[in-house]
């Protein structure tokens, strides 16, 4: 049975999608100071997966380029949406595979 955790982020990734649905491509790179824009967020939320569930939990790296360019601390820019929704994607399934096999004992 998935841990009730995993599920919780599950469901924070959906509705932070949902809530995306119908903002233009060019919404997304809009920065709103001092706000990051749409695009930098989504990546820098993928940066913080890719750490914990795919780099440190997996010692894989599949996006080797994204804390660099998104990571913490890193200055405001406004990164091309479509390469970001994409890395996200490949980011979040890598994720999932180890994220799937949690449990209360594993934590």
């Not at 360019?69 to 406004?78: D, E, I, K, N």
């Not at 091309?80 to 994409?86: C, G, N, V």
Request: glycine residues 6%; aromatic residues 8%.
């Amino acid at each position: 049975m998935t841990h009730h955790l995993v599920t919780q982020l599950w469901f924070a990734r959906s509705e932070f999608m949902r809530c995306l649905e119908g903002v233009s491509a060019q919404d997304d790179v809009k920065r709103l100071e001092p706000m990051n824009c749409i695009s930098w967020i989504m990546g820098h939320l993928a940066s913080q997966e890719h750490t914990l569930w795919v780099e440190l939990a997996q010692g894989k790296n599949i996006a080797p380029d994204l804390q660099a360019l998104v990571g913490y601390g890193r200055p405001a820019s406004t990164p091309p949406w479509e390469e970001l929704r994409a890395t996200w994607g490949r980011v979040t399934a890598s994720a999932d595979e180890y994220l799937a096999t949690i449990t209360t004992e594993t934590l």
